[in-house]
């Protein structure tokens, strides 16, 4: 019986360095859900200047659907703010979030 409980116990161990090897660190949120988030945060936090369909244009906001801003360039936007808009960067927290908005204002361009 001491061989059987031996095989178990080194089944278990393989088991749990097998697993613990795999393991991932957490990434960014996919495209897919990117966009619901970025929406959700750009309609709480961007919507008042820029428009919910990001062509309002308030306090000098441009218009984000005829922007030719890079997906990069957008995101710096966000993180440290440019003119009349601040950083967004102590509202947003994470990359991730500020990732989100970017992503969806991307979506807003005609």
């Known amino acids: 019986m001491a061989v059987s409980s031996k095989f178990g116990w080194g089944l278990v161990l393989t088991a749990s360095i097998l697993f613990a090897c795999n393991e ?8 897919k859900k990117a966009i619901p988030l970025g929406e959700e945060l750009y309609l709480s936090h961007c919507a008042s200047c820029h428009g919910e369909k990001g062509d309002l244009g308030v306090s000098s906001a441009k218009n984000l659907k005829t922007t030719s801003l890079s997906l990069k360039e957008i995101k710096q936007m966000i993180k440290t703010g440019k003119n009349a808009m ?25």
């Open 86 to 110: 601040p950083s967004f960067s102590g509202v947003l927290g994470s990359t991730d979030r500020i990732d989100s908005v970017a992503a969806y204002v991307n979506t807003l361009h005609q």
């Open 24 to 31: 991932t660190t957490p990434s960014s949120p996919s495209p």
